[in-house]
């Protein structure tokens, strides 16, 4: 069963930085596409940016310059970089990984899910 686990999530004042990490086991790391979303209270889970297996990039505009995402494949780990927090960055981060060629930016093109963490940023 492939597991994904997020850690790194917490509390921060806006104008803050975050890293949020997802580990991956019991999958071939570098042949999964790595997606993180995001979801606030009250709100639908939307995309935040994903990872392609050869590392190419793409974000949703309202993270873009602002977040990184990186990965690690001999430690089967992937990374979300989060700069210049806003209060509206509030939410659970969720990584979610498919096997693929490409960087999806659709939830249901996922099919392994983490369980997510929470992100806070205070004004």
């Known amino acids: 069963q492939v597991q994904l686990v997020e850690s790194g999530g917490g509390l921060v004042q806006a104008g803050g930085s975050l890293r949020v990490s997802c580990a991956a086991s019991?999958?071939?790391?570098?042949?999964?596409?790595v997606g993180w979303f995001r979801q606030a209270p009250g709100k639908e889970r939307e995309f935040v940016g994903a990872?392609?297996?050869?590392?190419?990039?793409v974000y949703a505009d309202s993270v873009k310059g602002r977040f990184t995402i990186a990965r690690d494949n001999a430690k089967n780990t992937a990374y979300l970089q989060m700069n210049t927090l806003k209060p509206e960055d509030t939410a659970i981060y969720y990584c979610?990984?498919?096997?693929?060629?490409?960087?999806?930016?659709?939830?249901?093109?996922?099919?392994?899910w983490g369980q997510g963490t929470q992100v806070t940023v205070s004004s």
């Open positions: 019991r999958l071939t790391f570098s042949t999964y596409a």
């Open positions: 990872i392609s297996r050869i590392g190419e990039t």
């Open positions: 979610a990984a498919r096997v693929t060629l490409l960087a999806p930016t659709t939830s249901r093109q996922y099919n392994y």
